[in-house]
C-alpha cells in the first residue's frame, strides 16, 4: 500500500480545497489579478499541474521541472548542513576555543545559522522577487530554475559577504543573465555562478584573499589568517598546507587531506565539504537528475592536467610551486568537486548531446586546472572554467550534430 | 538601414527635413554602436571615465565628419578600385591631426587613451560612412551625416563612461560625487562591464523604439 496515501487523502484534500476556493480571486477581473503568476507559482509548487505538453516529441514521466529542482534543492543540503557548522567551527577554533568536533556544538550551529541564514534569505528573497516582477510584467508564469539557483548563490559565499553583496549580485545574475536572455531554460551562463563572478570582480577583497574565509575574521585580522587551500598553495607550495593551513590566536592548524576532505577549513559556505558533495552528488544520480558523465569527465580532466602539470615541473623550471602539488590533490581542494557536481552539470548550460557531455566536462576539468596553477590571480579556477565552457556548449553540441548526420548520411 | 542613398536634387534650405534626419537618425534610429553595433572595441576601451569618452566623442565626430566632407569632394575622382586606400589615406591623416591636437593640448587625457586615438583610423564608423553615404552623396549633406553619426556614437559613449565611472570610482570627470560610504564597484572599471551596459542600452532602446525589434 502507498504509504503516504492517508496524508494525500486528508492533508492534500483539505490544501486543494483551499487552493480552488482561493483561485477566483487571482483570475481576470478578480481581486488580486495583478499577483496571478505568484499565485500560480505557488500553486504549481504543492500540486502537479494536470496540463500535459501538447506538441512536439516528448517522453511522459511523473516528474516536471519543479519537482526535478527540488531534488537538485535536496541534494545540496548536506553541504548547507557541512556548511553552517563548519562556519560556526572555524570561527570558534580560530578563536581558541572548541578545537574538537563536538566541543561546543551547539553554539557553533547558532553561529553558523546567523551568518548563513540571512545569505540564504537575502538570495531567496531577493531573487525571487525580481524572478516574480519579471513574470508579472511579461504574462508568462514564474519559472521554477531559481529555486535551485538560490540555493547555489550562498553555498558558494564566504561566510562574511556583506549582504547587500548578495543582494546586488543576485540582481545582476538574475536579470543580465537570465531575463535578458528570456528566463528559465533560455539562460547561457550559470546563474548562482555568474552572481559569484559579479562580486569576485566587482568587490574581490570580499571574496579573496585570506581574511574572508572565517567568519569574524575581519573584525580583527591580525589575530589570526586563514587562506584557503588554494590560497596557502598559489603562493607556499604544497608542503605548506599540512603546516601553515590556518593559524588561529594561539596556534596553527595546518590541513591533513582528511580535513580536505571533511570540510573542516576555510573556503565558501558550502564548498569545503568533499563528503557532502559526494552524498550530493550520488543522490542526484541516484535519482538521475545530474549528469554522471559530465561529473565524472570534470574530475578526469582536472586529474588528466594536473598530472600533465606535474610533468611539466619535472621536466622544466618554472619557480611555480602551484605545479608540485600532485595531481589527485586537486581533486579535494577548492570548489572543483562543489562545482563538478551541482554547477557544471546545470541542464540548460552544459552539453545537452552524450557525447558533447564528456568533451563539456573534460574541458572544464582540465580549465579549471590551468586557471587555478598557471594564473595566480585566480586560485579558484573551476568558477570561471565553467563560466567559460558554458559558454562553447552549443558550439559543442552543434558540431556533435552535424557530425552525427554525417555520419548517418554516409551510412546511406 | 534608412538611409538616404541618393542627394536631393534641389536642396533648397541649408537643415531641411532631410538633412536634420541625417543629423538625429544616428541618434536613435540608426545609432552606429546600438543599432549598426560598430565601433564596440573603442566603447569598451575608453569609457572608463567621462573626460576620455568625451574627447574621444569629439575626436571620432571631427574625423567621421571632415573625412565624409572631403571623401564627398573626390567622390567623382576617385576610381572605383583604389577607393578604399584613398579613403584610408583620408581617415589616417585626419587622425593624425586629431592625434597632435591632442598632444598639445590635453597631453594627460593623450598619454591615457595612448593607442586608442590612432585606432581611430581602424573604426568601423568612420570607413562605413564613408562607404554607405560619402561615396554617394553630395558634401553638405556628407558632412552633417558623419557629424551625425558621431555625435549619435558619443553619445552611448558618454553615457556608458558616466555609469561606469560614477559606480566604478564615485566620481564624474573626476569630482567626487558619491558619499565616501559607497564602496566602489571593480567590475565597472575592466572592460567588461561596457558590454553589459551597452546591452542594457541596447535592451532600453528597443523596448522604447519597436520598430527596431526584428523578430526574424
Known amino acids: 500500500m502507498d504509504p503516504i496515501k492517508p496524508i494525500r487523502d486528508t492533508v492534500g484534500k483539505n490544501l486543494w480545497k483551499q487552493v480552488e476556493e482561493l483561485e477566483p480571486n487571482f483570475k481576470k477581473g478578480g481581486m488580486l489579478q495583478s499577483l496571478h503568476s505568484t499565485f500560480d507559482a505557488f500553486k504549481t509548487f504543492l500540486f502537479v499541474p494536470p496540463i500535459t505538453t501538447q506538441r512536439g516529441t516528448h517522453i511522459k514521466d511523473a516528474i516536471d521541472?519543479?519537482?526535478?529542482?527540488?531534488?537538485?534543492?535536496?541534494?545540496?543540503?548536506?553541504?548547507?548542513?557541512?556548511?553552517?557548522?563548519?562556519?560556526?567551527?572555524?570561527?570558534?577554533?580560530?578563536?581558541?576555543?572548541?578545537?574538537?568536533?563536538?566541543e561546543g556544538f551547539g553554539p557553533k550551529i547558532l553561529y553558523g545559522l546567523s551568518k548563513v541564514l540571512p545569505i540564504v534569505v537575502v538570495s531567496y528573497g531577493v531573487g525571487l522577487g525580481v524572478e516574480f516582477a519579471f513574470a508579472q510584467y511579461r504574462g508568462h508564469p514564474v519559472n521554477e530554475g531559481f529555486l535551485v539557483s538560490a540555493m547555489l548563490i550562498p553555498l558558494i559565499m564566504p561566510p562574511d559577504i556583506p549582504l547587500w553583496m548578495v543582494a546586488l549580485a543576485t540582481v545582476f545574475s538574475?536579470?543580465?543573465?537570465?531575463?535578458?536572455?528570456?528566463?528559465?531554460?533560455?539562460?547561457?551562463?550559470?546563474?548562482?555562478?555568474?552572481?559569484?563572478?559579479?562580486?569576485?570582480?566587482?568587490?574581490?577583497?570580499?571574496?579573496?584573499?585570506?581574511?574572508?574565509?572565517?567568519?569574524?575574521?575581519?573584525?580583527?585580522?591580525?589575530?589570526?589568517?586563514?587562506?584557503?587551500?588554494?590560497?596557502?598553495?598559489?603562493?607556499?607550495?604544497?608542503?605548506?598546507?599540512?603546516?601553515?593551513?590556518?593559524?588561529?590566536?594561539?596556534?596553527?592548524?595546518?590541513?591533513?587531506?582528511?580535513?580536505?576532505?571533511?570540510?573542516?577549513?576555510?573556503?565558501?559556505?558550502?564548498?569545503?565539504?568533499?563528503?557532502?558533495?559526494?552524498?550530493?552528488?550520488?543522490?542526484?544520480?541516484?535519482?538521475?537528475?545530474?549528469?554522471?558523465?559530465?561529473?565524472?569527465?570534470?574530475?578526469?580532466?582536472?586529474?588528466?592536467?594536473?598530472?600533465?602539470?606535474?610533468?611539466?615541473?619535472?621536466?622544466?623550471?618554472?619557480?611555480?610551486?602551484?605545479?608540485?602539488?600532485?595531481?589527485?590533490?586537486?581533486?579535494?581542494?577548492?570548489?572543483?568537486?562543489?562545482?563538478?557536481?551541482?554547477?557544471?552539470?546545470?541542464?540548460?548550460?552544459?552539453?545537452?548531446?552524450?557525447?558533447?557531455?564528456?568533451?563539456?566536462?573534460?574541458?572544464?576539468?582540465?580549465?579549471?586546472?590551468?586557471?587555478?596553477?598557471?594564473?595566480?590571480?585566480?586560485?579558484?579556477?573551476?568558477?570561471?572554467?565553467?563560466?567559460?565552457?558554458?559558454?562553447?556548449?552549443?558550439?559543442?553540441?552543434?558540431?556533435?550534430?552535424?557530425?552525427?548526420?554525417?555520419?548517418?548520411l554516409a551510412r546511406g | 538601414m534608412s538611409e538616404v542613398q541618393t542627394a536631393a536634387k534641389q536642396p533648397t534650405?541649408?537643415?531641411?527635413?532631410?538633412?536634420?534626419?541625417?543629423?538625429?537618425?544616428?541618434?536613435?534610429?540608426?545609432?552606429?554602436?546600438?543599432?549598426?553595433?560598430?565601433?564596440?572595441?573603442?566603447?569598451?576601451?575608453?569609457?572608463?571615465?567621462?573626460?576620455?569618452?568625451?574627447?574621444?566623442?569629439?575626436?571620432?565626430?571631427?574625423?567621421?565628419?571632415?573625412?565624409?566632407?572631403?571623401?564627398?569632394?573626390l567622390r567623382n575622382t576617385i576610381p572605383n578600385r583604389v577607393r578604399m586606400i584613398v579613403q584610408l589615406v583620408v581617415i589616417a591623416s585626419l587622425v593624425s591631426i586629431v592625434e597632435m591636437i591632442l598632444h598639445a593640448f590635453q597631453y594627460d587625457v593623450y598619454k591615457q587613451m595612448s593607442v586608442y586615438i590612432g585606432l581611430i583610423i581602424t573604426n568601423c564608423i568612420i570607413m562605413g560612412r564613408l562607404e554607405a553615404f560619402a561615396m554617394a552623396n553630395k558634401p553638405w549633406q556628407s558632412l552633417l551625416d558623419g557629424i551625425g553619426n558621431g555625435v549619435g556614437y558619443g553619445a552611448i559613449l558618454v553615457t556608458v563612461a558616466l555609469f561606469r565611472e560614477v559606480f566604478g570610482k564615485g566620481t564624474i570627470m573626476g569630482y567626487k560625487v558619491l558619499p565616501s560610504w559607497y564602496e566602489p564597484n571593480g567590475l565597472m572599471l575592466i572592460p567588461a562591464a561596457a558590454i553589459f551596459l551597452i546591452g542594457i542600452i541596447i535592451w532600453v532602446q528597443r523596448a522604447m523604439n519597436k520598430k527596431l525589434v526584428d523578430i526574424s
Not at chain 1, 568533451?359 to 576539468?365: N, P, T
Open chain 1, 65 to 102: 521541472l519543479k519537482r526535478t529542482m527540488f531534488i537538485v534543492v535536496i541534494a545540496m543540503i548536506p553541504c548547507l548542513l557541512n556548511g553552517i557548522f563548519n562556519v560556526g567551527h572555524l570561527h570558534y577554533v580560530a578563536n581558541g576555543m572548541y578545537p574538537g568536533f563536538w
Open chain 1, 174 to 408: 538574475v536579470v543580465i543573465v537570465k531575463e535578458a536572455f528570456g528566463g528559465t531554460g533560455m539562460n547561457v551562463l550559470n546563474v548562482a555562478l555568474t552572481a559569484r563572478v559579479f562580486i569576485f570582480f566587482a568587490y574581490p577583497t570580499y571574496i579573496s584573499g585570506d581574511q574572508v574565509w572565517i567568519a569574524g575574521m575581519s573584525d580583527n585580522p591580525d589575530a589570526y589568517s586563514g587562506a584557503t587551500v588554494l590560497g596557502v598553495w598559489a603562493k607556499q607550495g604544497f608542503d605548506a598546507v599540512k603546516q601553515v593551513g590556518f593559524s588561529t590566536i594561539n596556534q596553527s592548524v595546518g590541513y591533513a587531506p582528511i580535513d580536505m576532505f571533511l570540510g573542516f577549513i576555510p573556503g565558501s559556505i558550502g564548498e569545503t565539504s568533499k563528503l557532502a558533495v559526494l552524498i550530493g552528488a550520488l543522490i542526484l544520480i541516484w535519482t538521475g537528475v545530474g549528469s554522471w558523465r559530465i561529473m565524472l569527465s570534470v574530475f578526469v580532466g582536472a586529474f588528466v592536467m594536473g598530472l600533465l602539470l606535474n610533468a611539466m615541473d619535472l621536466a622544466f623550471d618554472f619557480n611555480n610551486p602551484h605545479l608540485s602539488v600532485p595531481a589527485y590533490y586537486h581533486l579535494i581542494a577548492g570548489g572543483l568537486a562543489f562545482g563538478a557536481v551541482f554547477m557544471a552539470t546545470d541542464p540548460v548550460t552544459a552539453a545537452q548531446t552524450t557525447t558533447g557531455k564528456y568533451i563539456y566536462g573534460f574541458l572544464v576539468g582540465v580549465l579549471s586546472i590551468v586557471i587555478r596553477v598557471l594564473n595566480p590571480a585566480y586560485p579558484e579556477g573551476v568558477m570561471l572554467a565553467i563560466l567559460f565552457m558554458n559558454v562553447f556548449a552549443p558550439l559543442i553540441d552543434h558540431y556533435i550534430i552535424q557530425s552525427n548526420i554525417k555520419r548517418r
Open chain 2, 13 to 73: 534650405q541649408l537643415l531641411g527635413k532631410k538633412e536634420r534626419r541625417l543629423l538625429t537618425d544616428p541618434f536613435n534610429d540608426n545609432n552606429p554602436i546600438t543599432v549598426q553595433v560598430l565601433g564596440i572595441c573603442s566603447a569598451l576601451a575608453v569609457t572608463v571615465a567621462v573626460k576620455n569618452a568625451l574627447v574621444m566623442s569629439i575626436a571620432v565626430m571631427v574625423v567621421t565628419g571632415f573625412a565624409n566632407l572631403i571623401i564627398s569632394l
